[in-house]
């Protein structure tokens, strides 16, 4: 199995932190931004359609939580069943960056904001 470490590389379009993933660490999946089997996500397909690392680069929402593709029905459930705040995670990107926003979750060894 991996160990957690920091990588920018590693955070999701959504903020979250794959380098913390179970999945990922066991070698399951390759991380968001290397799954090309996660078609289905929206964010993803959004954030590369407009050419962004992560949802932090947009700029027609100020506030994540206003845009109906990052913040949705499922969205919300997997949200509360995993608790996990993706919001808080964009908003910490966008104040420390990518690079920060990894640091920060590799030294917690976590792959979310709790809310």
Not at 38 to 57: H, I, P, Q
Request: glycine share 10%; charged share 25%.
């Amino acid at each position: 199995m991996k160990e957690i470490t920091a990588d920018a590389g590693l955070v999701a379009y959504c903020g979250l932190y794959c380098g913390a993933c179970g999945s990922y660490l066991r070698e399951r999946c390759p991380g968001c931004h290397e799954n090309a089997k996660a078609t289905w996500c929206k964010v993803r397909s959004c954030c590369m359609d407009k050419g962004y690392t992560t949802c932090a680069g947009c700029t027609t929402f100020a506030d994540p939580g206003d845009c109906r593709k990052f913040n949705n029905f499922v969205s919300k459930a997997i949200g509360f069943v995993l608790r996990s705040d993706r919001r808080a995670c964009i908003l910490q990107i966008r104040e420390k960056g990518v690079k920060g926003h990894s640091d920060d979750m590799a030294l917690h060894q976590r792959q979310t904001i709790r809310p």
